[in-house]
């Protein structure tokens, strides 16, 4: 390590001094994909993020995801598995599964994880202090070829119906890190598959975040020739889901971007979860990575 080493880490350090200040006791809540959890060593410097930012007077609430993880174990149990405008059919067997993944398996190891970096985390999901309540979601398509409106049924899928954040103002308030699953009941008694996304929405929206970031495993939402574009107003983000560049995974992201805006979250950003650090390069930095959308 040499001095000039030591000088561009001090100066770093300092740099990140105003931006602590500026969210300082605020929540921001930090939404995990599955894509950008594969490796061990980006996982550890997620969760060394996330303590760093408590440390610093942040509030951080973790939610994650796991598509990837849902599918590979639903592929070891021989169950298919199918995506419709970016969300899981979600049948009896599935939602098990759905279950089992993200509020056990996904969500015990970041927590674990977090605990290792010396943060003190605690995995919640829907269903824990009523958090949340889910119900069915319906959702229309236009058939292509009758250009009929059709219910599409994706099964156990649900969306946010109430939240009840009391419980995670209590863990806030004892100064722990919220993991989040995006799994929860309906009244109805059923258990919900809710898109980690839209979990996240809610979740910023019923804690008035200042911010809100989506970790991805693109470096944010690109255009046709995979240029990342920088910001996108609202009309902008909508014309590219009209038009086909946005699709897949990325519909509920950016309609989950629009929502979050509209009520007022200041900062919404979708940036790329395999880059080391991301959360402290968006927050604590100068350097503005991936795409904000803007009202
Ligand atoms: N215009 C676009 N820009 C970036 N990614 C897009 C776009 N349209 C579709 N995608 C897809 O969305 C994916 C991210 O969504 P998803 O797979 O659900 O990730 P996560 O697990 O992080 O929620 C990208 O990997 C990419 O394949
Ligand atoms: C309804 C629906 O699609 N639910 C998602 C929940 C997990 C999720 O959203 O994970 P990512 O953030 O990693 O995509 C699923 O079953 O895959």
Redesign the pocket.
Known sequence: MTLLDDRNRAHIIAQALPYMQRYDKKTVVV?Y???AMGDAELGRAFARDVTLMRQSGVHPVVVH????Q?GNMLKRLNITSE?RA???V?DRATIEI?EMV?AGSINKQIVQTITGEGGRAVGLCGKDGNLMIAEQLRRTMVDPDSAIEQVVDLGF?GQPAEVNPTVLKMVLKEDLIPVIA?VAHGKDGNTY?????TFAGAIAGALNATRLLFLTDVPGVLDRDGNLIKSLTIGEARALMADGTISG?MIPKVETCIEAVEKGVEGVVILDGKVAHAVLLELFTDRGVGTLIQP
């Open positions: 939404k994909g599955g894509h995801g796991g598509g990837p849902i995506f970016g969300l899981r979600t759905v993200l899928v995006p598959n809710i898109n980690a996304d995974g």
